[in-house]
């Protein structure tokens, strides 16, 4: 390891411990310096430099400062998009962060792409719960209908739960450019194995305003 890669690995110990003991503005510092040493240690499209953009972002979240916490999450994630190959898990979580953190600022379609950022990451983890992505479409929608685009919210609800269950080999993935999405989401359900018995652990999240529901049953391809 070379001397600033150490460096940062230190420096990584040390802000972990006051982050975790509540040292909030001392964390910062040690962040900001990380930081820097970051940019010199690994100045590609690297994870400890992604890692030291996002903690520096969160802490400045936690600190209630959203606005400069999301350039540096911004930062972090256009860092994570450049790694090759793609790190879905860390992506997904970055992704899913800043459309919260963009959905608490009003910032509408910024919060949507990211929440479809995290849920095109989010389908490629077999761990991910349906509920968790379910949330993140109910925020979709929500923002979509007061926006008055009640049928774009539908239309994208069925189109990722359809790219969910063909994640788990369910089905084969719908196309964007399918004609007739009614009879892709009938086949959805019919090639998923899903019967009236089972249809409980889809129906929450396919309604607007919620979206708790248990992990869904495996099912087998026909």
Known sequence: M???EKLWSILNE???TLWATNRLP???R????ALEVAKRAFPGAELPLAISFEKLG???DQKGDRAAAKAYLLKSHAVLEKIKPPDQRANFRSARRLAFLCDNLGQSEEAIRFYEKAIAAGTQLEDIPYSDLGTMLNNVALILRKSGRQKAAEKRRRYIFAHWLSARNCI????PTSRNQNAIWRLCI???GIMRRRLSFIALPLRLGR????NPPKTTTL
Do not use: H, N, S
């Open 211 to 214: 979206a708790r529901t248990k």
């Open 14 to 16: 040390k802000l972990d």
């Open 172 to 175: 084969r993935p719908p196309t």
């Open 26 to 28: 001392q964390a910062i």
């Open 58 to 60: 969160q802490l400045l």
């Open 2 to 4: 070379k001397g600033e």
């Open 190 to 192: 019919i090639r998923a």
């Open 30 to 33: 040690v962040a900001e310096t």
